[in-house]
T-cell receptor, first 115, second 114 residues
Framework: KAGVTQTPRYLIKTRGQQVTLSCSPI?????VSWYQQTPGQGLQFLFE???????NKGNFPGRFSGRQFSNSRSEMNVSTLELGDSALYLC??????????????FGPGTRLTVT | SQQGEEDPQALSIQEGENATMNCSYK?????LQWYRQNSGRGLVHLIL?????REKHSGRLRVTLDTSKKSSSLLITASRAADTASYFC??????????????FGTGTQLKVEL
């Protein structure tokens, strides 16, 4: 089985711009979660999607949004980028959702740099 | 805020020695998981221990869970240079409004020297 893929792997954007990151989960996985990782804040949960519905959301401003398609692929969007949005964005997929969190399979991440 | 706090923040040992990392958390959990991350890459799942389990083994890994103390430990025996990485605990817990969320700890940076 192919692993979780994320595109692009690296991205440089300017303050005020917007960005869309993509994640393709492992075949058969319906749950996709997004995390932001920074040296200062560590791994922070952004949101989780299951069967095209957002199931949980972390404490991030409305500039961060996401969606999931019928084939379970997911995208996250950050509008009006700020310098503090520079981070490694990780996507993870799993079989289950909502009532229990089992093993998460992570992609390699997208390294976003905002200048 | 982080659910899990890990101790120590950094650990440096010689190849062949054992490495022990600890994780403390705050709320009731369904399960606790340990992950490894190599230098800015994706995380790799190591082991999952459920709230009704006390100890679990996987190869050179041994995980314990004490729900009364809200703590867990990860022991890596006979460490190798390839074990150099950051290790994170993650807790699966119910969130307000329904559903569960996986929350990651602050991580322990392990360096295994030859």
């Amino acid at each position: 089985k192919a692993g979780v893929t994320q595109t692009p792997r690296y991205l440089i954007k300017t303050r005020g711009q917007q960005v869309t990151l993509s994640c393709s989960p492992i075949s058969g996985h319906r749950s996709v979660s997004w995390y932001q990782q920074t040296p200062g804040q560590g791994l922070q949960f952004l949101f989780e999607y299951f069967s095209e519905t957002q199931r949980n959301k972390g404490n991030f401003p409305g500039r961060f949004s996401g969606r999931q398609f019928s084939n379970s692929r997911s995208e996250m969007n950050v509008s009006t980028l700020e310098l503090g949005d520079s981070a490694l964005y990780l996507c993870a997929s799993s079989l289950k959702s909502v009532y229990t969190k089992d093993e998460q399979y992570f992609g390699p991440g997208t390294r976003l740099t905002v200048t | 805020s982080q659910q899990g706090e890990e101790d120590p923040q950094a650990l440096s040992i010689q190849e062949g020695e054992n490495a022990t990392m600890n994780c403390s958390y705050k709320t009731s959990i369904n399960n606790l998981q340990w992950y490894r991350q190599n230098s800015g890459r994706g995380l790799v799942h190591l082991i999952l221990i459920r709230s009704n389990e006390r100890e679990k083994h996987s190869g050179r890994l041994r995980v314990t869970l004490d729900t009364s103390k809200k703590s867990s430990s990860l022991l890596i025996t006979a460490s190798r240079a390839a074990d150099t990485a950051s290790y994170f605990c993650a807790t699966d817990a119910r969130v307000t409004g329904g559903g569960n969320k996986l929350t990651f700890g602050t991580g322990t940076q392990l360096k295994v020297e030859l």
